[in-house]
Structures are given as C-alpha cells and as structure tokens.
C-alpha cells in the first residue's frame, strides 16, 4: 500500500460528524422581534372592507310608509287637522268665502279627562237632523274616490267625509241659556256673559238672535258661532231650542292651534265668557309659528324608527353567525 492509499484510508476512518445530530442553530433575536411587526404592518396594509349601507332610494319607501302609520296613529289618538269649511267662527277662525279656510290642529286626547267647558272652542259631528246649510260633505259612489278621501282625511291633507263643524260653547248640560238682556248680550242663568271674541258680519245688523230660556240637559252643550249674525249653530238647528243641542259624544275634540297658512299661525285660545270680567276685552294669543303638523310629526318620527330597526336587523344578523 502505497503512502497516499494510506492516506486516503486514515481520512476514511476518522469519525465525521454526522449532520442530524448537530444542534438546531438558534433563532436570531432581532428576526424573532420582527416577524409580528411584519404581520401587523401586512394587515394594516389592507384596506378595512366599507360597511353596507342601504341605498337612500331603498329606504325611501320604507321612511314613507314608517311617516304614514305615525301620521295615521297621531291623527285617529293623539291630534287631527280639519279645514274650517264656513265662516261661521270668523274671525277667530278664517273660512270666508274666497279666503283660504284655516287648518286647525285638534286636540283629542284632553276631553278624555276633563269635560267640555264654556268658551271652548270645539269640532264634533253634526247631530242627525242638523241641517248643512253652512257647507255640504259630497259623498262619492265611487268606491275608489271615497277611500282616497279618507285615506288623505286620516293622514291630514284632506277633509273628513263627515259632516263636522267647529263653534264655540256657550252653556253646558244643567245651565239655562237665553238672549238677549237689554245691550243685547247673551244670559247663562240669568246673568249676562262677556264675549269679546264677537264678530259683527258686513252688511248685517250688529243685533243678536233672541231666544226664549233653554235648559241644556245633562250631557249635552250649547254652542254658538263667533260670527253671531252669520252661524247655523243651537238657536236654529232643529228647529232650536232643546233640539238644538249637541251631545257631548259628538266632540271630536279641542281646537288648540292654527296651523295653516303661515300668516294665521297662532293659538286658538280658550276664553270663559262666564267668568271674564267685562272690565277685559279678549286676551291677544301669542303668534309664534307652530309647526307641528301631523304630517310632520310622523315625518320627522319615521326616521329615528328606520335606524332603531336597522340597528335591530345587523344584531340579528350577528347572532345568527355565532
């Protein structure tokens, strides 16, 4: 064997170490360190997915139809508007003719704990034999037509397919009512009352109607217009007298504010012509606009309704994914 065989075999016999049991080289600290913050920096990176929002013009009609059921509760509980068809209440109430009638926003809900009083001023349904001599209610045969009407009547844009009118009450049940004394001025138990809201038509002798002593029975009142020479009121319907008498079932309701045209936007006011003393005249109610109208109301309500339901609908949906 030759020197460079002998060679050959030591280099083959010496024990080589064997890679797999070489120790696993530690991780270097810094690249530990590093590799979260590569992974937030990568997600950081990549934009926040936009949250869905329903299309304005898909929720319209929901916002619409949220308005109406609002307007819809509010007029048949709460309050109603009703269009002063005569001039019967001038000039309290404007409903002349070739004038643009007031719209009344009427409380409904007030004579559900207290009972109608003198001097207010009320809407109610004309008792059977009235006669609608001062406007009459046209009833269609179409069946259409006559929904569309109530339907525009329940949500306050149109006026009410009944026979309804507005005066002002003068006695109520177990109060004698008569006119006139000598300076022509009405008499509730024998004592004159004070009416300053009183208004004189054009052209007509500024004389009241005189009529003999009436005792409203227990339940029902007197009314009478403000426009004293031109109102269909107590002293004619039914002939007058005891048959001129409203029940008070028949009240709709309180006449609180006007609310239409903008010019008119006042208080309607409540003035106890049994108790003001005749040293006052009628008190002048504040004209700050009053917008509160049902429409409105339910309008402005639809939209705080929609995002509580769409508030509701995504923690369902959350749920429902767990």
Known sequence: ????????????????????????????????????????????????????????????????????????LIQTFAARVYVIPSGSMEQTLNGCTGCTGDRILVDRITYDFTDPSPGDVIVFKGPPGWDQSEYN????????????REFGSSIGIGSPPEYDLVKRIVAVGGQTVSCCDSHDRVLVNGKPINEPYIYWEPGMPPV???????TIPQGDLWVMGDNRNDSYDSRYQNGGGI???????????????????????????????QTLPFSLGAPTWPGAPVGVLPLGIGTLGAFPTLWLGRRFRARLRTRARR
């Open 137 to 148: 209610v046209d009833e269609s045969n179409n069946v259409v037509i006559r929904w569309l």
């Open 243 to 273: 048959h001129g008498v409203v029940p008070v079932g028949n009240v709709i309701g309180i006449a609180r504010v006007i609310i239409w045209p903008p010019s008119r936007w006042r208080g309607v006011g409540e003035i106890d012509s």
């Open 1 to 72: 064997m030759t020197a460079s065989e002998d060679e050959r075999a030591d280099v083959r016999g010496v024990d080589a170490p064997d890679p797999l049991d070489q120790p696993a080289p530690e991780p270097d600290p810094a690249e530990v360190t590093d590799a979260p913050e590569a992974a937030t920096d990568e997600t950081a990176a990549k934009p926040a997915k936009p949250k869905k929002k329903g299309s304005f013009w898909k929720e319209l009609p929901i916002l619409i139809g949220i308005a109406l059921v609002l307007t819809f």
């Open 208 to 214: 009241q109607h005189s009529f003999p002593p009436v």
